[in-house]
């Protein structure tokens, strides 16, 4: 089983709201990815989860804030965002983020409008 | 530098027609992981293939094909017999190091389409 699931799926949001993204895998993988995909662009890493431990933050603004509670778990929590930040967020696991066990399997995305 | 091109912006075949998707990389590791990944409409990125760099074998799995070339640093993805449900964008990635982490660097993608 190779699934990574995210909630919502759609998110409209208001440049005042807070909210959250959710992805969870139950693969007993130990790294975690979150990505931002504009259209017709490749995705951008934002951010790696190894052991539950942030390990890369790719220079990303404040306003969003990862989170990993547990293995199985990541949230990206929003506040404040852009119109500019709308776009597809994709969250990946890996069973390690070392070489030869760095595969990642994705999720179906959440599709994020910033009003 | 890593870095990955896919010339290939956009291409169009028409069903059961043969199309091959090129990927070019560029890294000074000598021991990489390159991948492809196709991303239907739906958004999901799907897992196709992993190769390592000491393993020039060429794999065939079903109807897909990919041919490494460690001479060219080019790892290519071939069709065969192309079906309407094939189009979606595909990406090549390339694994590398960042410090002490691992991520991918991404192509930009190639937009196959296929014509019933």
Same mark, same amino acid.
């Given at each position: ?21 959710? *992805? /969870? ?18 995705? /951008? ?10 390990? &890369?933050? /790719? ?8 989170? *990993? ?21 994709? *969250?990946?696991?890996?069973? /390690?983020?070392? &070489? ?16 | ?17 043969? @199309? ?13 992981? +390159?991948?492809?990944?196709?991303? #239907? #409409?739906?958004?999901?990125? @799907? ?13 065939? %799995? ?19 017999? %192309?079906?309407?449900?094939?189009? =979606? ?5 390339? $694994?590398?190091? $960042?410090? $002490? =982490?691992?991520? +991918?660097?991404?192509? $930009? ?8």
């Amino acid at each position: 089983d190779t699934e990574v699931t995210q909630t919502p799926k759609h998110l409209v949001m208001g440049m005042t709201n807070k909210k959250s993204l959710k *992805c /969870e895998q139950h693969m007993g993988h130990r790294a975690m990815y979150w990505y931002k995909q504009k259209a017709k662009k490749p995705p /951008e890493l934002m951010f790696v989860y190894s052991y539950e431990k942030l390990s &890369i933050n /790719e220079s990303v603004p404040s306003r969003f804030s990862p989170e *990993c509670p547990n293995s199985s778990l990541l949230n990206l929590h929003l506040h404040a965002l852009q119109p500019e930040d709308s776009a597809l967020y994709l *969250c990946a696991s890996s069973p /390690e983020n070392r &070489i030869l066990t760095d595969t990642q399997y994705f999720g179906p995305g959440t599709r994020l409008t910033v009003l | 530098a890593q870095k990955v091109t896919q010339a290939q912006t956009e291409i169009s075949v028409v069903e059961k027609e043969d @199309v091959t998707l090129d990927c070019v990389y560029e890294t000074r590791d000598t021991t990489y992981y +390159l991948f492809w990944y196709k991303q #239907p #409409p739906s958004g999901e990125l @799907v897992f196709l293939i992993r190769r390592n760099s000491f393993d020039e074998q060429n794999e065939i %799995s079903g109807r897909y094909s990919w041919n490494f070339q460690k001479s060219t640093s080019s790892f290519n993805f071939t069709i065969t017999a %192309s079906q309407v449900v094939d189009s =979606a964008v595909y990406f090549c990635a390339l $694994s590398v190091s $960042s410090g $002490s =982490a691992r991520q +991918l660097t991404f192509g $930009s993608g190639t937009q196959l389409t296929v014509l019933p």
